[in-house]
């Protein structure tokens, strides 16, 4: 397992700030992964550069962003 970076660790809580809305595609190497389509909120980036989260079903598995596949749902104006 490859550790990020200090630089990718930045760049990855830039990207992901807390509270942004993630809608998850696929999780490849996860042996209990969500359902795709499953979306939650970032809780944070941790110093190893997992996106933890906070999903709607209740789990709080990571994202691992060289591994998972998801997008960022944007808010919908009003």
């Known amino acids: 397992m490859r550790f990020p970076s200090k630089t990718e660790i930045e760049r990855l809580r830039k990207l992901y700030p807390k509270g942004t809305m993630i809608r998850l595609i696929s999780m490849a190497e996860e042996p209990f ?7 939650g909120e970032v809780e944070m980036v941790d ?5 933890n989260m906070k999903w ?7 994202l691992i962003a060289d591994a998972d596949t998801f997008e960022v749902i944007t808010a919908d104006p009003k």
């Open 47 to 51: 110093d190893a550069g997992n996106i």
């Open 56 to 62: 709607e079903c209740g789990r709080g598995l990571a």
């Open 33 to 39: 992964p969500l359902p795709a389509g499953s979306i």
